[in-house]
């Protein structure tokens, strides 16, 4: 069993930056990604990174502006935003796959374990 823990959101104006964490105790992350679901909306991919970190994917709408990263010595994961836009608003949650693999998917389905997640609030 892995537990997923997120923290650094928070309010932002429009322009800013924040960095969030996914500390996992458990077990060894795999690959994780990061998720986001705003209200009334559907839940939507955001980044991902393999295990070794040497592969990413990010969506469409955050090239450019956010970061994924890990620390494998901390077990953590992050995700650096930057350049951060009110539709950016939403609640934010990591995910890790219970698969020893290279591959990061975009899919929420093919991760096992959630985070509760965290609010980041971007204001105009």
């Known amino acids: 069993q892995v537990q997923l823990v997120e923290s650094g959101g928070g309010l932002v104006q429009a322009g800013g930056s924040l960095r969030l964490s996914c500390a996992a105790s458990?077990?060894?992350?795999?690959?994780t990604g990061w998720f986001r679901q705003a209200p009334g909306k559907e839940r939507e991919f955001v980044a991902a990174i393999s295990r070794g970190g040497s592969n990413t994917r990010y969506a469409d709408f955050v090239k450019g502006r956010f970061t994924i990263s890990r620390d494998n010595a901390k077990n953590t994961v992050y995700l650096q935003m930057n350049s951060l836009k009110p539709e950016d608003t939403a609640v934010y949650r990591c995910a890790t796959r219970n698969v020893v693999s290279d591959l990061v998917p975009f899919t929420g389905d093919e991760y096992a374990y959630w985070g509760q997640g965290t609010q980041v609030t971007v204001s105009s």
């Open positions: 458990g077990r060894t992350l795999y690959a």
